[in-house]
């Protein structure tokens, strides 16, 4: 069974603007990561954001914030303010009790930003 | 700080032979990973160690496939009698229980080996 569902195989926006990429997941376990991570073109998984089932607030690391709705089974990413430079794959991944320490990933989201 | 690296960054190949790739995780990491990435997918784990113990193999390691980590530092992943099949991105993560990213076991990510197999 899927673990990770990435439904928007491509996404584009507007330079300034915001844009949220959905992530819904699937797990029985209750202790468990969400993750999100960059990949540009050149190939590397940046790390962006984790938002652990226990967090009581949404996670935020500076224009990265986590969309966290633990009843809908749902973690979306939102960008504010995007840049041109946020055009990248971008995949939502988690770790829970079940998968040990390694990641499932889903199939990414292809963002691009317009000028 | 340094972060993961990995060599070589491109590999080209005919089919039928040995490939090797490293990895050298962040120093103060103890856990390493290897992930298997295919065009238009997610990455797949391949699998884990922790120092130089290997915990877990995935079923897509086939009995080509080896990997080592000697003194739990760098670690190799080898391809023996590579397939056409084999051609993707090989990416190294690696995790540790210290610094920022304690808490959550956060992988950082290398910037992959791409290899061709023609």
């Known amino acids: 069974a899927q673990k990770i569902t990435q439904t928007q195989p491509g996404m584009f926006v507007q330079e300034k603007e915001a844009v949220t990429l959905d992530c819904t997941y699937d797990?029985?376990?209750?202790?468990?990561?969400l993750f999100w991570y960059k990949q540009p073109s050149s190939g590397e998984m940046i790390f962006l954001i984790y938002?652990?089932?226990?967090?009581?607030q949404n996670a935020t690391e500076g224009r990265y914030s986590l969309n966290f709705q633990k009843a809908r089974k749902s973690a979306n990413l939102v960008i504010s303010a995007s840049q041109l430079g946020d055009s990248a794959m971008y995949f939502c991944a988690m770790r829970d009790r079940g998968s040990n320490y390694k990641l499932t990933f889903g199939k990414g989201t292809l963002l691009t930003v317009n000028p | 700080d340094t972060g993961v690296s990995q060599d070589p960054r491109h590999k080209i190949t005919k089919r039928g032979q040995n490939v090797t790739f490293r990895c050298d995780p962040i120093?103060?990491?103890?856990?390493l990973y290897w992930y298997r990435q295919t065009l238009g997918q997610g990455p797949e784990f391949l699998t884990y160690?922790?120092?130089?113990?290997?915990?877990?193999k995935s079923r897509l390691l086939s009995d080509r496939f080896s990997a080592e980590r000697p003194k739990g530092s760098f670690s190799t992943l080898e391809i023996q009698r590579t397939e056409q099949g084999d051609s993707a991105m090989y990416l190294c993560a690696s995790s540790g229980t210290s610094g920022r990213a304690r808490s959550t076991d956060t992988q950082y990510f290398g910037p992959g080996t791409r290899l061709t197999v023609l």
């Open positions: 797990t029985s376990d209750q202790s468990y990561g």
């Open positions: 120093s103060e990491h103890n856990r």
């Open positions: 938002q652990g089932s226990y967090d009581e």
């Open positions: 160690f922790q120092n130089e113990a290997q915990l877990e």
